[in-house]
């Protein structure tokens, strides 16, 4: 089958395969695959990770110089998923039974990962490292052994951040609200732990509606929703779809109360829907422990991703997941799949050197891996540390939309969350 992109689509694929040359770089090439979306309801959410994932792999080769990362210059090759599991799917058997690479970046969405991570990485033995799949039936997948552990994300789980929501919008005064989400199994699971946490602790949700993903209209979704008189609207999904949902709300007449998702804190979708209508919109996001690494990040960042700035949804997982993937590459000092995963979890480990992101830290990361000695990579999302399941810890970060900007309000820790989770049951 052929998919057809567009002018602009093409170009911006053009621009992701470029890689930085430097005055010394080695002949061969280590080529990552990348299996994202870039088209389809999510693919602003891939555009932004390519982005980070070329920022990262630069730094690495600059850091590297002629002696390379295990040899070789680092590159990749993505592929758009187009949000759809069967494309992704796919692509990643082209990358893996043709290209024979070791190690995948992606996917981007829950719905896109777990069929590639069953069908294609797992039973062939290669990597996959997702910067922003957090549905929970990845980690019940692994506890089952069906990932074989050849799978890790750098975003944290829905399991808790379903919690943190719930916590965010009673705090906020929303007792009562109606449902719409993507009936995906990102959607659904994020909902299921959303409404655990939300009524144990004294919320009551007066309706739930599905969607499916990528329609012209959502009228008939929203006149169901808004059946029940609500006094706000918790939506989960994606930008694009938000948009047209949301806009659709506010011509029905809709409150125009919002808890968001992440990827609705993105001035694309504040744009599309019109900011006087999302003053009183909050959200929760994955969040950051800030480093020397985030405030690098958010500085070279927004200048080269052609039009993202540094909070654009996967940005800064996918530079981690980048990061940490190449500097298991140097660590490991071949393009060997298990060896790469056994490494991840060296470069990541609580013991060795701390280095941060960029040139500089990569310099240092390549001088203690030619030394043989520990180093722990502190990310832009802050330490970042793999357990058994191929999944981290992290904080959330709240946030409210007030005069078209989003601003943070304050964060929720893993600790915070999991005390809440410990008084429901």
Not at 3 to 26: D, F, G, K, N, R
Not at 52 to 59: G, K, P, R, Y
Not at 199 to 222: C, F, H, M, R
Not at 330 to 353: L, M, Q
């Amino acid at each position: 089958m052929r998919y057809l992109l567009s002018v602009t689509t093409l170009a911006m694929l053009a621009s992701i395969h470029a890689s930085a040359v430097y005055a010394q770089t080695p002949s061969c090439t280590h080529t990552v695959g990348m299996v994202v979306s870039l088209t389809g309801a999510a693919g602003r959410y891939g555009q932004a990770a390519s982005k980070s994932v070329e920022l990262a792999f630069n730094d690495l080769n600059k850091a590297a110089g002629s002696s390379g990362i295990a040899g070789c210059k680092l590159a990749f090759d993505v592929r758009d998923a187009q949000s759809q599991g069967s494309v992704a799917v796919d692509q990643a058997r082209q990358l893996v039974d043709l290209k024979k690479t070791p190690a995948i970046i992606g996917g981007i969405i829950s719905s896109v990962s777990i069929p590639m991570v069953t069908s294609v990485t797992a039973p062939a033995g290669v990597v996959q490292i997702s910067p922003a799949s957090s549905s929970p039936t990845l980690t019940k997948l692994a506890m089952e052994g069906k990932t074989g552990g050849w799978f890790f994300r750098t975003i944290t789980s829905d399991a808790l951040q379903g919690t943190a929501a719930a916590k965010y919008a009673l705090d906020q005064g929303l007792k009562s609200l109606t449902v719409i989400h993507v009936n995906n199994d990102f959607g659904v699971n994020m909902v299921s732990e959303f409404r655990r946490a939300y009524e144990a602790l004294g919320g009551k949700i007066v309706d739930v509606t599905p969607y499916n993903p990528e329609q012209s209209s959502y009228n008939a979704e929203v006149t169901k929703a808004l059946k029940s008189d609500p006094a706000a609207l918790y939506f989960v999904g994606y930008p694009g779809d938000g948009t047209t949902i949301i806009r659709t709300w506010v011509q029905q007449g809709g409150p125009q109360k919002f808890l968001f998702n992440d990827g609705m804190n993105s001035p694309d979708f504040i744009k599309g829907v019109g900011a006087q209508y999302l003053n009183s919109a909050i959200g929760t996001s994955s969040g950051t422990t800030t480093t020397p690494s985030t405030a690098y990040f958010t500085k070279v960042y927004p200048a080269m991703s052609g039009g993202f700035d540094a909070q654009a949804p996967a940005a800064v997982q996918g530079f981690d997941a980048a990061a940490i993937l190449g500097l298991a590459i140097a660590h490991a000092g071949k393009f060997e799949a298990a060896a790469i995963r056994d490494s991840i979890r060296k470069v990541t480990g609580s013991e060795g050197e701390v280095v941060h992101a960029g040139p500089e830290g990569f310099a240092r990361a390549m001088e203690l891996i030619k030394q043989k000695k520990p180093l722990r990579y502190v990310g832009v999302i802050g330490p970042v540390q793999f357990d058994k399941n191929g999944d981290i810890a992290g904080p959330f970060r709240t946030w409210k939309i007030a005069n078209g900007e989003v601003a943070t309000v304050g964060q929720m820790s893993t600790e915070d969350v999991q005390a809440i989770q410990a008084k429901m049951k």
